[in-house]
T-cell receptor, first 112, second 115 residues
Framework: QKEVEQDPGPLSVPEGAIVSLNCTYSNSAFQYFMWYRQYSRKGPELLMY????GNKEDGRFTAQVDKSSKYISLFIRDSQPSDSATYLCAMPSEGGSEKLVFGKGTKLTVNP | DADVTQTPRNRITKTGKRIMLECSQT?????MYWYRQDPGLGLQLIYY???????NKGEISDGYSVSRQAQAKFSLSLESAIPNQTALYFC??????????????FGPGTRLTVL
């Protein structure tokens, strides 16, 4: 089983929609979770990080962790065309906490 | 100026050629990484380095080598390029002492095509 699984999409939504992006993971010891955003022809950049269980909110973005189900989510409220990007979940690799393992990324398009 | 730069940004080469991709950073970070990104496969770690004297293989190091010339410079070489090394390559950095991998800062990427 891969450490991190992420549905690659693509996902296309109308402007203003609520978007839900998800990842599952295999190592129950993970304590730290990240979401990166990657615009076309750019490198990924950190969007949000969260520790352990629960929610973290930052403007229109909410990161949620369900450790019992080994499931993390990123919600985008009132989605905008500028949110169109690929979103990658990330967490420390089982091989060492100094490395990150990334999901495959979900490509999101928000249509005006 | 960009904190993490990569050269070249695009490169087309032929099978069997040696090619070097370069990464420089002005962030003062000790940790540097090389990834490749393929459609449907996500980011895969090739090599990483935690200081000038420390080089470690990632999950897909075969066919690649690296050199850490200085704290700010980390180069990736393909000794004999093959078509399945066609991909988008990213360099990344992170500061030391950050728990659980910490935030990584990515360069703009190099698009490599091997014919």
């Amino acid at each position: 089983q891969k450490e991190v699984e992420q549905d690659p999409g693509p996902l296309s939504v109308p402007e203003g929609a609520i978007v839900s992006l998800n990842c599952t993971y295999s190592n129950s010891a993970f304590q730290y979770f990240m979401w990166y955003r990657q615009y076309s022809r750019k490198g990924p950049e950190l969007l949000m990080y969260t520790y352990s269980s629960g929610n973290k909110e930052d403007g229109r973005f909410t990161a949620q962790v369900d450790k019992s189900s080994k499931y993390i989510s990123l919600f985008i409220r009132d989605s905008q065309p500028s949110d169109s990007a690929t979103y990658l979940c990330a967490m420390p690799s089982e091989g060492g906490s100094e490395k990150l393992v990334f999901g495959k990324g979900t490509k999101l398009t928000v249509n005006p | 100026d960009a904190d993490v730069t990569q050269t070249p940004r695009n490169r087309i080469t032929k099978t069997g050629k040696r090619i070097m991709l370069e990464c420089s950073q002005t962030k003062g970070h000790d940790r540097m990484y090389w990834y490749r990104q393929d459609p449907g496969l996500g980011l895969q770690l090739i090599y990483y380095s935690f200081d000038v004297k420390d080089i470690n293989k990632g999950e897909i190091s075969d066919g690649y080598s690296v050199s850490r010339q200085a704290q700010a410079k980390f180069s990736l070489s393909l000794e004999s390029a093959i078509p399945n090394q066609t991909a988008l390559y990213f360099c990344a950095t992170s500061p030391p002492g950050t728990a659980d991998g910490g935030e990584q800062f990515f360069g703009p990427g190099t698009r490599l095509t091997v014919l």
